[in-house]
């Protein structure tokens, strides 16, 4: 059973930057697809950034050059770098995860393993 826990969220100005991370206990983290998501109230969850087992790395059209995803295998921890942030970005933060996977992508279904958010605040 996977446990995935976020950290870093908070308030920051537009323009701002914040990181987010997301441990992942279990093992073989090499063998999970990850992904960032998030949602606003009122709003369908989103896919922000995923990795797939490959290591390509997908991003919404709306983070594009903004946001970046990384991780470190040795830690077992996903991140989320998130720079020049828009008041659109405020929402709750989700990391997810599915087990031996090879390509999830940013779509909701394709994850079963979710953590339990960190919200992001971004003010004009």
Known sequence: QVHLMESGGGSVEAGGSLRLSCV?????????CLAWFRQSPGKEREGVASFDRSDLVRYASSVMGRFKISKDNAKSTLYLQMNNTKPEDTAMYYCAAEYACYFAGLRTANYNSWGQGTQVTVSS
């Open 24 to 32: 992942v206990s279990g093992d073989a983290f090499n063998l999970y």
